[in-house]
């Protein structure tokens, strides 16, 4: 079963239009979703939990329309949001008892637990965290109510690059279970890239792709060479090119480079930025 | 088992999961029979895209090094002579696409690669 279906999902506000959007994330699987900031990220998440009202299209979470039985829907699926909202003068024991009243199925031990491995301050209201604590003590909320699908709106983008790779193996261990997926939005993926199964890029409310990542990072390469040799790739297969005075680099199809010149690796973030500066 | 996964290598993770369970597989490392991870508990151990795990034991079960039992798991399948001549077909195949790509790189023609490869295979009698 597919954890997320988005069909002719639009929304629109003055100078901005988000979709028609289309986008499936499979059970068991995690989707990097990619975009500048103003590219309609949490816009989207925000239509799936019908925050906002969404035009037309549908979106259907774990099997089920979101307009219907949003309540019980809401109980399976685990959010962070950019800006994280819990109770300010409440410390984080205080907000898993009010957790507790809320989730059927909230998992005290669990939290517990997660706190301690994101080493959430103990004692401290959350007006007085950090960004970062507040991020983490809200990835430790969406976990501890046994969700089967995870939405994280930039959730990792304050958090220091310890903690980002203990987050990274959370969400490998979240989705050994066939059944649980992850969607993960962000600016930049970084870190989290290699966890992904599906990327997606969205530029100015509109997918420009998306796909397999490792069949994406598989077709893409970097060359370098002299300007002239460069020239020898066929226009066609070339995303980007940029000419220096000391030579030229481009990122190319791979298929269509020549025999006996160097192809390196691309990133994703690589990819998405001439992306992007080719649409424009 | 013993994988290890280069993300700064260029070559393609599948290809990388794929190529490291066949050298275990025909080098007697892997036993016959033997259960190997699930495709999905190795995808999360090696913390890497579990479609890139997949497309590579489907692609080591579509050559024969490893049979399915549905339910159960993944399994290395009985070695057989005819593969491991096909393995070794493939590696010198992969060697001459190197040394063919090495030579435009360095402008020599058909017959000058012809000629090494004539030279080295005399010092090999």
């Known amino acids: ?280 | 088992m013993t994988i290890w996964i280069d993300n700064r290598s260029g070559t393609p993770i599948y290809d990388q999961i794929y190529t490291q369970i066949r050298r275990q597989i025909v080098g007697g490392e892997l036993k016959e029979n033997e259960l190997l991870p699930s495709i999905r508990g190795l995808a999360k151990d090696l913390r890497i895209s579990f479609i890139t795990t997949k497309r590579a034991y489907e692609e080591l079960e579509k050559e024969g090094f490893l049979y399915t039992v549905p339910g159960k798991g993944c399994f290395v399948a009985p070695r057989n002579a005819e593969l491991i001549r096909e393995e070794n077909l493939k590696k010198i195949e992969a060697h001459i696409e190197e040394i063919a790509r090495l030579g435009a790189a360095c402008g020599l023609s058909r017959e000058e690669l012809l000629d090494v490869v004539r030279f080295g295979l005399e010092d090999e009698r």
């Not at chain 1, 959730?155 to 903690?163: E, I, M, N």
């Not at chain 1, 598989?218 to 066929?234: N, Q, T």
Request: hydrophobic share 40%; charged share 25%.
């Open chain 1, 1 to 280: 079963m597919n954890a997320l279906e988005i069909r002719g999902l639009k929304k629109t506000f003055s100078g901005f239009q988000l979709g028609p959007l289309d986008l499936t994330l499979p059970g068991g699987c995690i989707l990097g979703l990619i975009g500048e900031n103003g590219a309609g990220k949490s816009t989207t998440i925000k239509l799936i939990l019908n925050m906002l009202r969404r035009e037309s299209g549908t979106v259907t979470i774990l099997g089920r329309d979101n307009g219907q039985d949003l309540r019980s829907i809401k109980e399976e699926v685990g959010v962070v949001l950019d800006e994280v909202g819990l109770p300010d003068c409440l410390t984080s024991a205080q907000t898993g008892r009010v957790m507790e009243g809320i989730f059927r199925q909230w998992d005290a031990a669990a939290y517990a637990s997660y706190l301690r491995e994101l080493g959430v301050p103990e004692g401290k209201a959350f007006k007085e965290m950090s960004r970062g604590n507040r991020m983490k003590l809200g990835i430790a909320v969406a976990l501890s109510h046994h969700p089967r699908l995870l939405l994280l709106d930039e959730a990792t983008s304050g958090l220091d690059p310890v903690v980002r790779d203990r987050v990274v193996e959370m969400l490998a261990d979240f989705t050994r279970d066939e059944d649980h997926a992850v969607l993960l939005s962000s600016h930049i993926v970084s870190d989290l890239e290699r966890i992904c199964d599906y990327i997606a890029f969205l530029h100015k409310g509109k997918l420009l792709l998306c796909q397999e990542k490792d069949r994406l990072l598989e077709e893409y390469g970097f060359v370098h060479g002299a300007a002239g040799e460069l020239a020898a790739i066929d226009s066609a297969a070339v995303l980007h090119r940029s000419e220096g005075r000391y030579g030229a680099e481009a990122i190319v199809l791979r298929r269509a480079v020549p025999a006996g010149m160097a192809i390196s690796p691309v990133t994703v973030e690589e990819l998405f930025v001439h992306m992007v500066k080719g649409e424009r």
